[in-house]
């Protein structure tokens, strides 16, 4: 009799959460079928992945510019369980999203999530009425004349980069340096103390090997880290919540990826931080003493900021924070403010030392505008100063090549939102797209920022004259920077905080600093933000692997000699793969990952891709199809026979 009531007790809820289920998917199914239906698109791989198993093995830039060649500027591609969605690589279509109907395409609710845990509820979150409060509230912080008093406080940690690197230099006249890593805590730095008035000491805290490996950071670096990597490295199990948990949002309590433990403890650091520099500047405006950070600013425009709830505020208090808010605000500053700046900076290096006459010509430029000042060609804290703001942008070339790193490789890649009305959207050859609420709409930011009809040719390549030459994109976009900011009431609202960051960074680091690329190559880590991650060597490789291993290297070797970049870049891309699952994925007791099984798995992907390209619709994409097909070659030639 127990056991028949146990068994009741379990049956008959999981027999309504199937009819619920079986329902819903029922009723989403009726409703998606006549969505885009003229549209053309891909085919879909499968019913559960759609087409998102593409974007998982290839780069979501060249699939999306492929798409976009085949079927125009409005694709129609498959999300999961047969969803259709929408991919626009269209400038009227920009314009018309971000610009003109803004609040009536919200983020994902998967993306609000994501963004919310690491940030809270701050302005890139907020959406409608909210966004606009908080964005009138923040905004005197961020004026003009408030960014233009930064750059002494910018020149200050930029010394300390210098220093740093000077450091390194005192083991060789060559030094192994990680920038991305000394990048990202000097402008942590800096943006503590120009943006929040905190000294977090983020550089003073970095150690790093010989081979320029970091291996020890700030605390708030580190919590921040493991963040990163808790959310974006899910088990298959968090996969499949995430899945589904944008259909039956209670799922998104269950204790996995953005919900675990672990990760509520890495972003507590950070929160509460966050908590303590609002007190203290609050403090400090009550005690009359000078603040010219921003959060200062904006605390001093925000008076009432006391004022939690609604019904408190008077009419004229409506553009006011609350301390949650301000809170979250702080948070984006910290996160979204230095880790991107701190990627685009790494970026630039690096492509200004694989590029030496390029980095010749940078900096002749930065020397000649500074002896035309009578200043000396380097900038020191004990010497000649550095340059201003007004005369960093009287250098064309330094924003040329700020330019043309924010298009060729930009931190914020793709964005994504939701429709919430029926619509058209126009499209640039006259036509209109509708969408229906629900509907999925992908912007591929980078794949259009690197499209030929816009940018010339070799839009992949780093060069940065092109901002001289008359281009279709300038017009059509009409943002200084393209859409690395993005445009309309959305756009970022640090752009200026962090242009100006790049200059002083980039035009006194670079007069003092000759920069030349190690040779390791180097595949950008999509999640969160396009980072530039080099292939370190493989540390206890399996033994039985030593020699496909050696025959890659050397193949490898042997393109760079070659300039073959085709083939280098793909076997680079092999030997990243292996390092970095060597770096990330080793668990107690657990094998080496294997040189072979990355073959393998690279064998796969491309066969998978090739077949997608074969059963394109309405055309197959035979050249695409056959150059996939040339790679399975070169990688079955690499396996043991």
Not at 199 to 221: I, Q, Y
Not at 265 to 288: M, P, Q, S, Y
Not at 406 to 423: D, K, N, Y
Request: aromatic share 8%.
């Amino acid at each position: 009799m127990l056991w028949h009531i146990c068994w009741l007790a379990l049956a008959v809820p999981a027999a309504v959460i199937t009819v619920y289920v079986a329902c819903a998917l029922t009723y989403t199914q009726i409703r998606w079928h006549h969505w885009l239906r003229d549209v053309p698109g891909p085919a879909r791989e499968t019913w559960l992945m759609g087409n998102l198993r593409t974007f998982m093995y290839r780069d979501i830039g060249a699939v999306c510019r492929a798409w976009a060649q085949t079927y125009g500027g409005a694709v129609r591609f498959w999300g999961n369980f047969g969803e259709p969605r929408l991919m626009l690589m269209d400038p009227v279509a920009f314009d018309y999203v971000f610009r003109k109907r803004t609040y009536a395409f919200p983020k994902m609710r998967i993306s609000q999530r994501l963004i919310a845990s690491f940030m809270g509820n701050g302005l890139i979150v907020s959406e409608g009425m909210d966004h606009r409060r908080q964005r009138r509230a923040i905004q005197p912080g961020f004026q003009a004349r408030n960014i233009k008093r930064l750059a002494p406080v910018f020149q200050e940690h930029v010394y300390d980069a210098m220093d740093y690197l000077d450091a390194s230099l005192q083991r060789s006249e060559t030094a192994l340096v990680d920038m991305y890593a000394t990048m990202s805590a000097a402008t942590l730095d800096a943006l503590g103390d120009g943006a929040l008035g905190v000294k977090f000491g983020a550089l003073a805290s970095l150690r790093s090997d010989p081979n320029g490996a970091v291996c020890e950071a700030h605390p708030l670096t580190a919590a921040l880290e493991r963040a990163q990597f808790i959310a974006s490295h899910p088990g298959w199990f968090t996969v499949m919540v995430d899945i589904l948990s944008m259909y039956f949002p209670a799922l998104e309590h269950i204790p996995v990826g953005l919900s675990s433990r672990a990760f509520r403890r890495a972003t507590r650091v950070l929160f509460n931080l966050a908590g303590k520099v609002v007190e203290d500047a609050k403090a400090r405006i009550k005690a009359g003493e000078p603040s010219p950070d921003i959060l200062s600013a904006l605390l001093r425009a925000n008076a009432n900021a006391e004022r939690d709830s609604e019904e408190k505020r008077s009419i004229l208090d409506r553009n006011v924070l609350t301390n949650a808010e301000l809170h979250a605000q702080v948070s984006t500053f910290i996160f979204a403010g230095h880790e991107t700046t701190s990627t685009q900076l790494a970026w630039l290096f690096l492509f200004l030392a694989q590029d030496q006459t390029r980095q010749h010509t940078l900096r002749r430029a930065v020397v000649e505008k500074r002896a035309s000042l009578g200043l000396a060609p380097q900038a020191s804290s004990t010497g000649d100063r550095a340059l201003s703001e007004e005369e960093l942008d009287d250098i064309p070339y330094l924003d040329w090549c700020i330019r043309e790193c924010l298009r060729v490789q930009s931190a914020v890649h793709t964005t994504s939102r939701v429709a919430t009305e029926t619509e058209w959207i126009p499209l640039s050859n006259g036509k209109h797209v509708q969408v229906h609420p629900g509907m999925v709409l992908l912007f591929p930011l980078s794949a259009f920022m690197t499209s030929e009809v816009y940018w010339g040719p070799e839009p992949d390549a780093f060069r940065p004259e092109r901002w001289s030459e008359p281009m279709p994109g300038r017009s059509v976009i009409p943002a200084h920077h393209g859409l690395s900011f993005l445009m309309g009431p959305r756009a970022c609202i640090g752009s200026s905080f962090a242009i100006l960051e790049m200059k002083v960074f980039i035009a006194t680091i670079l007069p003092s600093f000759h920069f030349e690329w190690d040779g390791r190559p180097i595949v950008p880590k999509m999640w969160p933000v396009a980072r530039d991650v080099p292939a370190r060597p493989p540390s206890g490789p399996n033994p039985l692997d030593e020699p496909t291993l050696a025959n890659v290297k050397q193949k490898w070797k042997q393109a760079r000699l070659a300039k073959d970049s085709e083939l280098a870049t793909l076997l680079g891309g092999i030997l990243t793969d292996l390092q970095y699952a060597q770096k990330t994925k080793m668990q107690p007791n657990q094998k080496p990952p294997s040189i072979i099984k990355m073959l393998q798995k690279g064998i796969k992907k491309r066969t998978d891709a090739a077949k997608v390209f074969r059963q394109a619709k309405p055309a197959p994409r035979v050249d695409l199809a056959e150059k996939e097909e040339h790679e399975v070659r070169i990688l079955q030639d690499l396996l043991p026979k």
